[in-house]
């Protein structure tokens, strides 16, 4: 989706259109990150239930499968609900360097917030 | 089809057998006098089956407006009606609904605020709403009122004007007084009005869609714009929709209604049923010889501004009645004239008055002295007081 | 809970998206997750104002993947009447598909406060719709304020523990025994502890046709002062200590839905929220004040015990 530049483009009647903010990167917010432990997992679906960003992945065959860090927030409810501890969390400056998974630019999100 | 029928009624009654033959899918109202009878013979309408429509019996005028920008949002058509103190406990809704384009049509039959507590008529209730973004228009009688209703649908739901609107009139001196009025047949009203298409509804599941988003400064401004654009092109869809009913009724209502105006040399400028009383004294000054003329607004919103600009050029004088104050300020129609009159070249003596505040009337030796103040080139820089109980006898009393 | 399998819950899309901008470990938007999770039937929320409502309406992004409308804080429970009734007449015209269910959230704020008319009013009336109260006891969307949601003793902005007073001098309301009073076909009272009770909840809320009320305790971690992680943990001492009775009012009829074994003290729920802390600090401690919260709870508890015999 990309943003309206000027009143004539603006959608009418205060609308937004329905799951749009699936554009919007939350997970530059993170200061800590989860990590996953597959080998640990037993894809009980806890986490997956109590993940207040819907940010944990799971398979077709319905099993935890990864972590999406483009809208995880780094809370650790995963991590605190896990009855296996397979996911640990971990400082978000150690991973700096990742390339981010959805690709886009942050500054079109929070571009008039300077 | 036309078979039109001319009954005894009265403001509101005219209201509701407008409602009936419009058949709204919803209609959620609150009982406040002097609007009562409105939502009371359309709860009857439904009763006996005589309407397709939805009646929300709800605890409060507040949940009066917001169920109906609920079902309006939702796709369906609204009507609601209310007065006064039920006016001003939904101010806070008004410009929400306006925002949500939401097309309701409510019935403003105007009541005094308190305190202290007055069920009469003047417009203190409905003109705190003329910055809500909603279109109001002011009739003079029930027959006006009936015809309005029928336009404000049309007008409110037009995709380029989108814009809820206020049908007001004079409480129980239009309200409750009743009159001879022309009623179309109903499949005339049905074919005129149509029916809704709504462009967003919230109900389609398939497309979905939110309203009431939080908005900051980074849009805020522009979602205005687009409501002000709205309101902008009223005039140029009104203009068509009138003469379309003409074309049923044999009647056309401008957003400013001239009587006698264009070769007149004083003018008075007033709203709704207190015309009445200046157009008979206007036509008594005609026969002595006197050039008197009247402009009833009947747009407040959208303003007929170069109408009256134009019809005011060049006149003598010119007097405008409020019938609420702004206390501290000019008053509302006062301020509108004024504003309006600015662009002219060459300025129009102007003199200001209030009148009829809580339901006092206007007489027609009241609307004779405002001429006669004309004529002699008497102006005062505030605003005068009509029918006021004064302390000096000479100069008040009636 | 009886029909409901996780597998095949995590295959169907969401109602609330990801990329909403509510606080990290926020409670709010996993009760809405839990809660519409095994709805059938499409959905149309409307929202009062709040957290909840600003966080997920961010112009011009939604994260409602259904039908979203915000009219404003005190009327959720009217805005939904004008929705449900404009389906009743658009769904018979064949403009609007049939089945739709339609579902209200509110803070506890727009439901124990200022919207309590708007809800009653709707209740009464009888339409056919669910209202979720998300409970945090207090307004967070203005920083922590009191609501007549927040409990007695606790440490709010607009009552605050100082050095005279105490924090809150007054009970919680208890609204859902208020709401159980308009005698609507389903009323239930839950909190996090266990999700699978807020989904059967909620699905058997809106299954029901007619008014249906679920007040869902969701600790804010800001407000209550705790680890946003820890709020789990959190919402199972709220259950444990009987502080939040979980149970459900099906035709008036009472049932507790969890019987805590063995129950713990109100003080291990207290503790571990900064928002009692003043109750705890050494050398001021209040004991007195835990020991008048216990006693509440012990009475209110024996109350619903009488009604679920009853």
Redesign the interface.
């Known amino acids: 989706?990309s943003?309206?530049k000027c009143w004539q483009d603006?959608?009418p009647a205060?609308i937004?259109?329905?799951?749009?903010?699936?554009?919007?990167?939350?997970g530059l917010?993170?200061s800590m990150r989860p990590v996953l432990d597959q080998n640990k997992c037993i894809s009980c679906?806890?986490c997956?239930?109590?993940?207040?960003?819907?940010?944990i992945k799971?398979s077709?065959?319905?099993?935890v499968c990864g972590i999406?860090m483009?809208?995880c927030?780094?809370?650790?409810?995963c991590?605190?609900?896990c009855p296996v501890n397979a996911i640990s969390m971990h400082q978000e400056a150690d991973f700096t360097n990742e390339k981010r998974e959805h690709g886009e630019d942050p500054g079109r999100v929070a571009g008039h917030v300077k | 089809m036309l078979n039109k029928r001319k009954e005894m009624t009265s403001g509101n009654l005219a209201f509701a057998e407008a409602m009936r033959q419009v058949n709204p899918?919803?209609v959620?109202a609150y009982p406040i006098t002097p609007s009562t009878e409105i939502p009371v013979k359309f709860a009857e309408f439904v009763a006996n089956g005589m309407v397709?429509?939805?009646y929300?019996?709800?605890?409060?005028e507040?949940?009066?407006i917001?169920?109906?920008?609920?079902?309006?949002?939702?796709?369906?058509r609204?009507m609601t009606a209310s007065s006064a103190n039920g006016v001003a406990l939904m101010h806070?809704?008004f410009p929400?609904a306006a925002s949500f384009r939401a097309p309701i049509i409510f019935g403003l039959v105007n009541r005094s605020l308190g305190a202290p507590v007055n069920i009469h008529c003047d417009h203190s209730d409905s003109m705190p709403e003329r910055d809500s973004g909603w279109i109001q228009i002011y009739c003079e009688d029930a027959q006006e009122v009936y015809d309005s209703v029928l336009l404000a649908v049309r007008l409110a739901e037009h995709e380029d004007v989108l814009t809820p609107v206020f049908v007001c009139q004079d409480g129980f001196i239009t309200s409750h007084c009743y009159e001879p009025v022309e009623l179309l047949s109903d499949e005339a009203v049905k074919k005129f009005v149509g029916e809704r298409k709504a462009k967003y509804?919230?109900?389609?599941?398939d497309n979905?869609?939110?309203?009431?988003?939080?908005?900051m400064s980074?849009?805020y401004f522009e979602i205005k714009r687009t409501q002000i654009e709205g309101m902008n092109n009223v005039p140029r869809v009104y203009k068509d929709l009138t003469k379309e009913l003409a074309e049923y009724t044999g009647r056309e209502y401008p957003a400013l209604d001239a009587y006698r105006a264009e070769d007149a040399e004083y003018l008075i400028v007033i709203m709704s049923s207190a015309t009445g009383v200046v157009k008979d004294v206007v036509d008594e000054m005609r026969e002595r010889g006197i050039k008197a003329g009247c402009l009833r607004v009947r747009f407040f919103r959208p303003f007929p501004a170069e109408e009256l600009k134009k019809l005011a050029k060049g006149k003598k004088g010119v007097a405008v009645l409020d019938r609420s104050a702004s206390i501290g300020g000019t008053a509302p129609l006062a301020a509108e004239v004024k504003s309006a009159l600015y662009g002219l070249s060459k300025r129009v003596p102007l003199q200001e008055y209030l009148f009829g505040l809580g339901g006092r009337d206007l007489y027609p030796r009241d609307a004779e002295k405002v001429f006669s103040g004309l004529m002699e080139n008497d102006y005062s820089d505030t605003a005068r007081y009509i029918g006021l109980l004064e302390k000096d006898e000479e100069n008040g009393g009636n | 809970m009886a029909g409901i399998d996780?597998?095949?819950l995590?295959?169907k899309q969401?109602p609330?998206?990801?990329?909403?901008?509510?606080c990290?470990?926020?409670?709010?938007?996993?009760a809405v997750?839990?809660a519409l999770m095994a709805v059938e039937d499409?959905?149309?929320v409307?929202g009062a104002t709040g957290c909840l409502?600003?966080?997920?309406?961010?112009?011009?992004?939604?994260?409602?993947?259904?039908?979203?409308?915000?009219?404003?804080f005190?009327?959720a429970?009217?805005?939904?009447?004008?929705?449900e009734?404009?389906?009743?007449?658009?769904s018979?015209?064949g403009?609007?598909?049939e089945k739709?269910k339609f579902v209200a959230f509110g803070g506890d704020g727009g439901t124990y406060d200022i919207g309590l008319?708007?809800l009653?009013?709707a209740l009464?009336?009888g339409h056919d719709f669910t209202y979720i109260c998300y409970n945090n006891q207090g307004y967070m969307n203005t920083g922590a304020q009191r609501s007549s949601a927040t409990p007695i003793s606790a440490n709010a902005t607009t009552s605050p523990a100082g050095s005279v007073i105490p924090g809150k001098l007054q009970r919680a309301k208890n609204l859902t025994e208020i709401v159980t009073a308009h005698d609507i076909p389903y009323v239930a009272q839950t909190t996090?502890h266990d999700?699978m009770d807020l989904i059967a909840k909620v699905k058997r809320a809106v299954e029901t046709p007619g008014p249906a009320f679920v007040n869902v305790l969701v600790p804010c971690p800001l407000f209550w002062k705790i680890?946003?992680?820890?709020?789990?943990?959190v919402c199972k001492l709220a259950a444990e200590s009987r502080f939040w009775p979980v149970y459900e009012v099906t035709e008036g009829k009472h049932v507790l839905s969890y019987k805590p074994k063995n129950p713990v003290p109100l003080e291990d729920f207290l503790r571990v929220q900064g928002r009692y802390s003043h109750l705890f600090k050494k050398g001021r401690e209040r004991m007195d004040l835990v020991a008048q919260g216990q006693a509440d709870v012990d009475r209110e508890w024996e109350r619903l015990l009488k009604k679920c015999a009853g």
């Open positions: 989706m943003k309206p603006v959608p205060t937004a259109w329905g799951a749009s903010a699936l554009d919007v990167e939350t917010w993170r679906l806890k997956w239930l109590q993940c207040p960003d819907s940010s799971t077709e065959e319905g099993r999406n483009f809208f927030k780094g809370c650790g409810v991590a605190q609900v | 899918d919803v959620a397709d429509s939805e929300v019996a709800v605890e409060s507040h949940s009066a917001t169920a109906c920008v609920g079902a309006s949002v939702s796709g369906a609204v806070e809704i929400i509804p919230l109900l389609d599941v979905p869609v939110s309203y009431g988003s939080f908005t980074e849009y | 996780l597998k095949e995590t295959k969401n609330l998206t990801e990329g909403h901008r509510m990290p470990g926020c409670g709010a938007p996993t997750r839990q499409p959905v149309v409307v409502e600003v966080s997920t309406t961010v112009y011009p992004y939604s994260a409602w993947r259904v039908p979203f409308m915000h009219v404003a005190e009327n429970g009217a805005g939904i009447s004008g929705v009734a404009a389906h009743r007449v658009l018979r015209k403009v609007a598909r739709i008319q708007s009653s009013g009464e009336r996090l999700p680890d946003s992680a820890d709020q789990m943990k």
